[in-house]
């Protein structure tokens, strides 16, 4: 038997309505959907969520409407708790406690974290342990050692390296079974191979989500000024689409596979689920059940 590649899904907050129109049909015509992958999780941040990270986050649904849709379709949900510059007084925030101890009293699946901080995974691993814990590429892991090294962190179920490892094949086939199992590869990055402001880009969203009034992160990346383009993620160098999974990753033992968008609109999050989920013959049908639901609306 083939192994699944399991995908990881940006939005748990911020897309909660398209989710809400989408798992049905997820549910209802697996015909329409490759049998070859399935839904993980679902990861993402509310607004004003000062642990948040990666990206500003600006979801409003309801934590308990969020947390039952997931338990429902039996998919994680993941909290984006990658704030790479929280001090000790940021602990106590109690939004951000009161999503812990909602999301940890669920375990059928367990619900994660997204985290960046090693101050932070020790008091949640203490405070509410039914969670466990994704190493966020917020990190920026761009040596192979260091990447080596996380996936060697007991505290990890998963690791996301930086997107410049995608396509490191010789190095990937060296590890180890089980740490080919904890990486989780970001997919659909658009971002410039170059760039050498990643990390400096995700620091400046952890000073917004502290509440600090700080200027934009502007990008000097070719492109830049275009904003993300899934066509231009697909010419990335270190893009993974289906055929790169089922040729090159499964076989190798990696299956699990991050999507970006969390900061993008819910029309192009729609887009990147019909690629990676969606046979061709059934993209179109799964479009007009989206976009002519009379209470979703897409722009």
């Known amino acids: ?26 549910r209802s015509h697996r015909d329409w959907f490759y049998d070859w992958c399935d839904i993980a999780s679902l990861y993402g941040a509310p607004a004003d969520c000062l642990w948040g990270g990666g990206r500003v986050g600006g979801g409003e649904a309801d934590p308990r409407d969020v947390l039952a849709l997931t338990q429902e379709y039996g998919i994680s949900a993941r909290l984006t ?29 367990a619900s994660g974290v997204i ?18 814990f ?3 590429t917020t990190k920026v892991l761009t040596d192979f050692p260091a990447l080596a090294a996380e996936t060697a962190r007991p505290d990890f179920r998963y690791v996301v390296p930086d997107f410049r490892l995608n396509k490191a094949f010789d190095q990937l086939a060296a ?20 760039c050498r402001d990643r990390k400096a880009c995700y ?15 502007h990008c000097a990346a070719p492109n830049a000024a275009k904003g993300y383009r899934f066509s231009l993620a697909m010419e990335n160098p270190a893009f993974i689409g289906t055929d790169d999974i089922r040729a090159r990753y499964l076989p190798m033992g990696f299956t699990n596979f991050k999507i970006e968008g969390r900061g993008l609109g819910s029309a192009v999050v729609l887009e990147f689920l019909l690629y990676y989920l969606v046979k061709p013959a059934f993209q179109l049908r799964v479009r007009e059940e989206i976009y002519l639901d009379p209470m979703l609306d897409l722009f």
Request: charged share 20%; with cysteine.
């Open 1 to 26: 038997m083939g192994r699944t590649a399991h995908y990881h899904l940006p939005g748990l907050f911020e897309f909660y309505e398209l989710y809400r129109a989408f798992l049905p049909l997820y």
């Open 81 to 109: 708790f990658s704030n790479s510059l929280l001090q000790p007084e940021h602990l106590a925030d109690p939004a951000c406690n009161a999503l812990c101890r909602l999301f940890a009293a669920c375990n059928s699946p």
């Open 115 to 132: 985290v960046h901080s090693d101050l932070l995974l020790d008091y949640i691993k203490r405070t509410y342990p039914g969670l466990y």
């Open 134 to 136: 994704v190493s966020s």
């Open 175 to 194: 590890l180890s079974p089980a740490q080919r199992e904890k990486l989780e590869f970001l997919c659909n990055e658009c971002c410039w191979v170059g």
């Open 203 to 217: 620091d400046t969203v952890s000073r917004r989500n502290l509440g600090l009034n700080v200027p934009e992160h």
